[in-house]
């Protein structure tokens, strides 16, 4: 079975630029999460997601990020305009019902210059 | 708030030389401890899911135990391919949530041949 797929795996960019992370969850998993991973503070929950609905947005660190997920299988995580501290490791992961572990996918490593 | 401290740091084993990896967690109503394996440049892969204080858990040779303040992940005669970075997490019941982890920084092992 396939896992959660991200993309792209890597991506660097200059300050400023709008950045587009995409994810597809694993098939039949109804929620999905967005993490981010640094040296510094380790995995942090961004975003939370149960059947397309955003649920807990707490996480997310100021309004310059936004994610979305259209349909059960495709989600997004944007950042507009981009800054130099977002540099990270954005996760992407998958759960199914009743009690399941949270599944990830590879991540996107994320440079901004 | 959810706490997780994983000790140590960084471990270096030789082949077949057994030890063991600490998890210390303060929690609101446990519903579950979580460790994932993380290789460098891949997402964590789930290894175990623990409930309840006693309880064990085993894989190939990894066990993964729990009391009611922490859990150890005993490895015996540990492999090269079992290098990796060793994610312990919480999931409590703080705000009604039944999905938030909270994660702990890594214990990053090295089995030298």
């Known amino acids: 079975d396939a896992g959660v797929i991200q993309s792209p795996r890597h991506e660097v960019t200059e300050m400023g630029q709008e950045v587009t992370l995409r994810c597809k969850p694993i098939?039949?998993?109804?929620?999905l999460f967005w993490y981010r991973q640094t040296m510094m503070r380790g995995l942090e929950l961004l975003i939370y997601?149960?059947?397309?609905?955003?649920?807990?947005d707490s996480g997310m660190p100021e309004d310059r990020f936004s994610a979305k997920m259209p349909n059960a299988s495709f989600s997004t995580l944007k950042i507009q305009p981009s800054e130099p501290r977002d540099s990270a490791v954005y996760f992407c992961?998958?759960?199914?019902?009743?009690?399941?572990?949270?599944?990830f996918g590879d991540g996107t490593r994320l440079s901004i210059l | 708030e959810d706490q997780v401290t994983q000790s140590p740091e960084a471990l270096r084993l030789q082949e077949g030389e057994s030890s063991s990896l600490n998890c210390s967690y303060t929690?609101?109503?446990?519903?579950?401890l979580f460790w994932y394996r993380q290789d460098p440049g891949k997402g964590p892969e789930f290894l175990f899911t623990?409930?309840?204080a006693g309880e064990e858990k085993e894989k190939e040779r990894l066990k993964a135990t729990l009391t009611k303040k922490e859990s150890f992940l005993h490895i015996t005669a540990p492999k090269p391919e079992d290098s990796a970075t060793y994610l312990c997490?919480?999931?409590?019941?703080?705000?009604?949530?039944?999905?938030?982890?909270?994660f702990g920084k890594g214990t990053l092992l090295t089995v030298n041949p």
């Open positions: 929690v609101s109503g446990l519903r579950g």
């Open positions: 997601f149960n059947n397309n609905v955003p649920i807990d």
């Open positions: 623990l409930y309840s």
């Open positions: 997490a919480v999931q409590g019941d703080s705000g009604g949530s039944n999905y938030k982890l909270t």
């Open positions: 992961a998958s759960r199914g019902t009743g009690g399941q572990p949270q599944h």
């Open positions: 098939s039949g998993h109804n929620s």
